[in-house]
């Protein structure tokens, strides 16, 4: 089991940037892979972006390809997620999880997880 916290959430205007952080306790950070999702009101958990535990694997949904770029700093035991052109549909609660496997988009394969950080883009 791993402890996660997120970070960095708030408001912004369209075309705007955030840096999301999700710190995590224990020793073994490396060994995780980790996922960033994000759920908006009324919505399913979506899936954002993922890397591997060595930070030198990563995949993104289609929707966020281009703008938002994931990464590790495994001597701090964080993971970032840098939002750049936001747009108001990247509203959500974003979450960040971690697996003790190799890299998933699905919300379903991750057993540990943070409490979100509420992000909001105004029109």
């Known amino acids: 089991q791993v402890h996660l916290v997120e970070s960095g959430g708030g408001l912004v205007q369209a075309g705007g940037s955030l840096r999301l952080s999700c710190g995590a306790s224990g020793n073994t950070f490396r060994s995780y892979s980790m996922g960033w999702f994000r759920q908006a009101p009324g919505k399913g958990r979506e899936f954002v972006a993922a890397?591997?535990?060595?930070?030198?694997?990563?995949r993104y949904a289609d929707s966020v390809k281009g703008r938002f770029t994931i990464s590790r700093d495994n001597a701090k035991n964080t993971v970032y997620l840098q939002m750049n052109s936001l747009k108001p549909e990247d509203t959500a609660v974003y979450y960040c999880a971690a697996r003790a496997f190799t890299v998933s988009i699905d919300a379903g394969g991750y057993g540990n997880w943070g409490q979100g950080t509420q992000v909001t883009v105004s029109s």
């Open positions: 890397i591997s535990g060595s930070g030198g694997f990563t």
